[in-house]
């Protein structure tokens, strides 16, 4: 099997790493921080000292990190991925991150002579500890085929939504719609506990209703409904609010570029921008509950 560099082993990345390992490929990995690196090394990962290190041999690249800055920087800097990698090397970022920055660092990558998929993922920290994320795609259709066994190995579902930075513009969209449908599960829960109705028993109602939707049926944001969701372990772990928020600020900005109005949008942005101003951010965006 190719092998294959991985940097960025946050929550989302380092069960995505994982999954590469059991999958049978050989796995060079970065990140700053210790523990992450640790863990894939007993895993039976090698540990590279740079990023420049780290993908020195690849034949594919995959990137996983938190904002627009931090890919632009991890790919044009001057010790970066396009200034170390191997020649003709596949390159994959799966971070959420501005379809325009997504298309900048693509366009770098064509001119020296490397491909490069932006493909950001939906599905989780539970989605990437079971290798069940689903990969939206963006790049050319030989690309995609070429990068499939890697994604396949991580993934359960592959969408190819266009050419570079579509993939970006197809999560933003599916996040934008996810927040919003988190705070009206959220109110309608909230609503119906008010008024004398068990959580349980109206999430169970509701998800076989006009009403049903994923948060529902699968991230209940009530305490105790559901065992495998965040909110049953104090909030920790998920999707942090301040992700949330960052994906929907990302929202307004695609939104502002395409002249289209977001008015549920921008409403679920600035509950959001509240929640983490109340110190709050790091807690999975279903804790928006806690202050509904």
Not at 89 to 96: K, P, R
Not at 102 to 127: F, H, K
Request: contains cysteine; glycine residues 12%; aromatic residues 4%.
């Amino acid at each position: 099997m190719q092998p294959i560099a991985f940097i960025g082993l946050g929550n989302m990345g380092a069960p995505m790493a994982l999954n590469l390992l059991k999958a049978g490929f050989p796995l060079r990995v970065f990140d700053l921080a210790a523990e992450p690196l640790r863990r894939l090394a007993e895993a039976g990962a090698q540990v590279a000292s740079s990023p420049a290190d780290a993908v020195a041999s690849a034949e594919i690249v995959i990137t996983m990190l938190p904002a627009s800055k931090h890919v632009r920087s991890l790919y044009l800097g001057d010790a970066g991925v396009l200034a170390s990698a191997k020649p003709g090397a596949l390159l994959i970022d799966c971070s959420t991150i501005a379809a325009d920055a997504a298309r900048d660092v693509a366009a770098a990558a064509t001119a020296l002579g490397y491909t490069m998929i932006d493909a950001p993922v939906s599905g989780g920290t539970g989605g990437a500890t079971a290798g069940t994320l689903t990969f939206i795609v963006g790049g050319t259709a030989e690309a995609l085929e070429r990068a499939r066994p890697a994604l396949s190995a991580m993934g359960k579902n592959i969408f190819h939504a266009g050419g570079s930075g579509a993939g970006q513009v197809a999560k933003i969209c599916n996040n934008m719609l996810l927040g919003v449908q988190m705070i009206g599960t959220i109110e309608a829960i909230n609503l119906g506990v008010a008024s004398g109705v068990d959580a349980k028993v109206l999430s169970e109602i509701m998800a076989k209703s006009s009403g049903r939707n994923w948060t529902l049926e699968v991230y209940n944001p009530w305490p105790g409904v559901m065992e495998t969701a965040p909110a049953s372990r104090g909030y920790a772990g998920g999707f942090g609010s301040d992700l949330m928020l960052k994906d929907l600020g990302l929202a307004a900005e695609a939104a502002e570029t395409a002249q289209q109005p977001i008015a549920l949008g921008a409403l679920a942005r600035e509950l959001y921008k509240q929640h983490s101003e109340a110190g709050h951010g790091a807690l999975d965006f279903s804790s928006l509950r806690e202050q509904a």
